[in-house]
């Protein structure tokens, strides 16, 4: 019997895409609690707690399939019990799905999600003489009030051994994505292509639209503030990367204030 080979299957049927769209759920809030139980259009996409700031289900970030029209989106928020404490809630909201690939960025308890689509494909490369990624921005990051948005934010990357700042993605508005993929040339620790196809210790930072370079405070008793940044990316050859920052500034202390660059793969 243990020599036995039996055929394993799985059930599945390829998707129509004239009838459904793919629609992946983001939760880009600035302030709350952990967030469960995906319902859309009554039924159960998703069950895993999933932090803010971060995709549905919280270990994937997976497209679910949507027919045409409108659809309901449903989400159980907890309670937030940490400083600045936020009352749990039930967010109940539509969208209006159309053909294609889409994210679903949720900014606000008591509106709509913003719809941005994803792209089907990425430039083409030579995959032998470039070591490049592709990389676009898209931009929820909210004033200290929570309400007012920010601004049109400027992403930069620095090397590993680079003190010089490189444009990513210019002046994106709030609510909006880069209009196109940034071609990223990757490094090594050496500064030379890496053909092993993956630069590693790369620092992003903030820029508002006259260029400088966003502040955020240091501590939570002071209210003096340094230059922001985030360090620690990885980014690998021929990979297609949206990066998003949500969050909000803080009015005095970091107690109130919430950066957050977030990535998921679109493809």
Known sequence: MSC??????????????????EIRVVNAIPVSGSSDTLLINGT??????????????GNSPKYFAVPFGVA?????????????AVAAFNYAQSI???????????????QSPVLLQDADNVP?????????????VANF???????????????????????????????????TQSAAYYLYKLKNTGNVKPWSGTETNITFA???????QYQQFSTATTSAKGAYSNTGWSLGKGRAYVIYINGKEGATNNTTQFIRLGSYNPL
């Open 4 to 21: 036995q080979t039996n055929e394993i299957t799985f059930p599945m049927s390829s998707l129509d895409v004239n009838k459904f769209s």
């Open 44 to 57: 159960n996409y998703s069950s895993v707690s999933t932090a803010v700031g971060s995709f549905y289900p």
């Open 72 to 84: 309901n989106i449903s989400l159980r928020f907890v309670a937030k019990i940490t400083t600045p």
């Open 96 to 110: 209006t799905v159309a053909k294609g690939k889409w994210s679903a960025y949720i900014t606000n308890a008591s």
């Open 124 to 136: 083409v490369t030579d995959a032998w003489a470039d070591t490049v990624c592709f990389v676009r």
């Open 141 to 175: 990051f909210y004033k200290a009030d929570g309400v007012t948005p920010f601004g049109k934010m400027t992403l930069k990357a620095k090397k590993n051994n680079s003190t010089v700042w490189e444009t990513v993605a210019l002046n994106v508005d709030f609510g």
């Open 206 to 212: 903030l820029f508002d639209n006259n260029d400088v």
